[in-house]
Nanobody, 115 residues
Framework: QVQLVESGGGLVQTGGSLRLSCAASGSISFSRTDMAWYRRPPGKQREFIARITSGGFTLYDRSVKGRFTISRDNAKNAVNLQMNSLKPEDTAVYYC????????WGQGTQVTVSS
């Protein structure tokens, strides 16, 4: 069974930075899986924010493009999210998953951006 564990969240002021990490374990072919980061803002549904293909190509939602950078480390079965120039509207619980959300969701990591 696949397990996803997100980490790196916290409280940061507007304009600050955080780096999130997600470790995947289980019977998976991580290096061949397109991965994505999602987030669930308070009172809203989970939304897509960034993806990275097995070949390293990236795509971002316009709300984070230019501020966030997704990367992956296949040797560690990990996907990362560097978040810069954070805004209060980035406050959310952040999750990673395969692009098709095929794996069980992890607990996520809370990011809170104060104004």
């Amino acid at each position: 069974q696949v397990q996803l564990v997100e980490s790196g969240g916290g409280l940061v002021q507007t304009g600050g930075s955080l780096r999130l990490s997600c470790a995947a374990s289980g019977s998976i072919s991580f290096s061949r899986t397109d991965m994505a980061w999602y987030r669930r803002p308070p009172g809203k549904q989970r939304e897509f924010i960034a993806r990275i293909t097995s070949g390293g190509f990236t795509l971002y939602d316009r709300s984070v493009k230019g501020r966030f950078t997704i990367s992956r480390d296949n040797a560690k079965n990990a996907v990362n999210l560097q978040m810069n120039s954070l805004k209060p509207e980035d406050t959310a619980v952040y999750y990673c998953n395969a692009v098709d959300a095929a794996w069980p969701w992890g607990q996520g990591t809370q990011v809170t951006v104060s104004s």
